[in-house]
Structures are given as structure tokens and as C-alpha cells.
């Protein structure tokens, strides 16, 4: 009898033991998940505030300069200076893209460009300027990206700005007079920054209604 007593208490042990070890470990992991969770917002933070800042350091150095009057090339060879290209435009958004750029990034922002385009009536206000060995690859990039527009090359392979030495693509308003406004270097770490961007230079320059 007293032998089935304590089988029956080491049972009653055991049980107490697995439950206190079953809410240990779900507190352990909802603790984890929310310590992840901490993690990754302030992650998320720290490259927000860093492409903030690196944004603000193109601003000073960037917006207001006067665009080179470079000579875009079509995929035939037939070339324009990019003065006679803005006649009749307002402003376009200039998206600069380079084989040599961050790929990741490159693809980043066009497919973006591609998916928002039609939305935020970019179709006839973008002026893509990429520099690539072969106008395959520029192909290449129009079809895969659903462009909506030719992506230009330069005559001579440079554009002398400061923002070609980053390493990264960047977009940038070009005003009728050549003056450039709003630049800014897209982060694909932090995507909403790219959307607001975007989004904001439609609806100040592009929107008709």
C-alpha cells in the first residue's frame, strides 16, 4: 500500500515537474520572439536613420548643381544631348543605374520603377541612364524590369557627378534648366524610404489632378 502511495506522489511529481518545464520553455520562446522582435526594430532604426542621414549628406552636396549636357545614346547609336531631350519637359525623374553598382540595389529600384510606374504616371517623366558594355544588357534590364522606358546610355561612359563615385544607383529630379533637385540614394534595407520617394515626386510633379 504504501509502496503504490509513493509510485502515486513520484507520478504526481513528475506531472507537476513536465508542466512547470512546459510553461518554462513556452515562456522562454514567446521571450525569444519578443527579444527578436526588439532586435530587429532597432535594426530596422539604426539603417533607417543611416540612409536618412546619408540622404541629407547628397542633399547639401548635390541638389542644385547644373546637369552636364551629355549625350544620350539609343540602343542604334543614334545619340541626343540631353538639353534637346528636356525641351518640351518640365522635369523627369532621372534614375542612374551602372553595371559596376551594387546589383542587388540596381535590381532594387528598377523593379520598383517597373511595378509603380503606371501608378504614379511615371511612364513619360523617367529618364533611366545606365552605363553597360552592351546594349543587350540594357535590353536585358528594360524587358526583365518592365521598363517604361529606353535605358539610355552615355556617349562617353561618365557622368562627372559627385554620386557616381558611391557605388550604388540614385535617382534624382532634373529640372528644364538643367538644375538638379531631390537627390537621393535608394536603400533596399529600408524600402519604404524608396515608395515615399517615389510617391512624393508624382504627386508634386507628375499628378495632373
Same mark, same amino acid.
Given at each position: 500500500?504504501?509502496?503504490?502511495?509513493?509510485?502515486?506522489?513520484?507520478?504526481?511529481?513528475?506531472?507537476?515537474?513536465?508542466?512547470?518545464?512546459?510553461?518554462?520553455?513556452?515562456?522562454?520562446?514567446?521571450?525569444k520572439t519578443y527579444c527578436q522582435e526588439q532586435i530587429a526594430d532597432k535594426s530596422i532604426?539604426?539603417?533607417?536613420?543611416?540612409?536618412?542621414?546619408?540622404?541629407?549628406?547628397?542633399?547639401?552636396?548635390? /541638389?542644385?548643381?547644373?546637369?552636364?549636357?551629355?549625350?544620350?545614346? @539609343?540602343?542604334?547609336?543614334?545619340?541626343? +544631348? %540631353? &538639353? $534637346?531631350?528636356?525641351?518640351?519637359?518640365?522635369?523627369?525623374?532621372?534614375?542612374?543605374?551602372?553595371?559596376?553598382?551594387?546589383?542587388?540595389?540596381?535590381?532594387?529600384?528598377?523593379?520598383?520603377?517597373?511595378?509603380?510606374?503606371?501608378?504614379?504616371?511615371?511612364?513619360?517623366?523617367i529618364l533611366l541612364i545606365g552605363s553597360y558594355q552592351s546594349s543587350t544588357a540594357r535590353?536585358?534590364?528594360?524587358? /526583365?524590369?518592365?521598363?517604361?522606358?529606353?535605358?539610355?546610355?552615355? @556617349?562617353?561612359?561618365?557622368?562627372?557627378? +559627385? %554620386? &557616381? $563615385?558611391?557605388?550604388?544607383?540614385?535617382?534624382?529630379?532634373?529640372?528644364?534648366?538643367?538644375?538638379?533637385?531631390?537627390?537621393?540614394?535608394?536603400?533596399?534595407?529600408?524600402?519604404?524610404?524608396?515608395?515615399?520617394?517615389?510617391k512624393n515626386i508624382s504627386q508634386r510633379y507628375f499628378q495632373t489632378n
Amino acid at each position: 500500500m504504501k509502496k503504490n502511495i509513493n509510485i502515486y506522489i513520484v507520478g504526481i511529481l513528475a506531472l507537476l515537474l513536465l508542466g512547470v518545464n512546459v510553461i518554462t520553455l513556452k515562456k522562454y520562446r514567446a521571450l525569444k520572439t519578443y527579444c527578436q522582435e526588439q532586435i530587429a526594430d532597432k535594426s530596422i532604426t539604426g539603417q533607417k536613420e543611416m540612409a536618412l542621414w546619408v540622404n541629407s549628406q547628397i542633399a547639401f552636396s548635390v /541638389n542644385g548643381m547644373k546637369m552636364p549636357n551629355i549625350l544620350l545614346k @539609343e540602343y542604334n547609336g543614334v545619340t541626343i +544631348p %540631353l &538639353e $534637346e531631350y528636356m525641351k518640351g519637359r518640365k522635369e523627369v525623374l532621372v534614375v542612374r543605374v551602372n553595371e559596376l553598382y551594387c546589383s542587388d540595389c540596381v535590381n532594387f529600384i528598377l523593379q520598383k520603377i517597373g511595378r509603380l510606374s503606371k501608378e504614379l504616371n511615371l511612364d513619360e517623366n523617367i529618364l533611366l541612364i545606365g552605363s553597360y558594355q552592351s546594349s543587350t544588357a540594357r535590353r536585358y534590364l528594360e524587358k /526583365n524590369m518592365k521598363l517604361p522606358s529606353t535605358v539610355f546610355d552615355i @556617349e562617353n561612359g561618365n557622368l562627372s557627378l +559627385p %554620386l &557616381e $563615385e558611391e557605388g550604388f544607383p540614385y535617382c534624382f529630379l532634373l529640372s528644364s534648366d538643367m538644375t538638379i533637385l531631390h537627390a537621393f540614394i535608394p536603400d533596399k534595407a529600408v524600402p519604404d524610404l524608396a515608395n515615399n520617394y517615389l510617391k512624393n515626386i508624382s504627386q508634386r510633379y507628375f499628378q495632373t489632378n
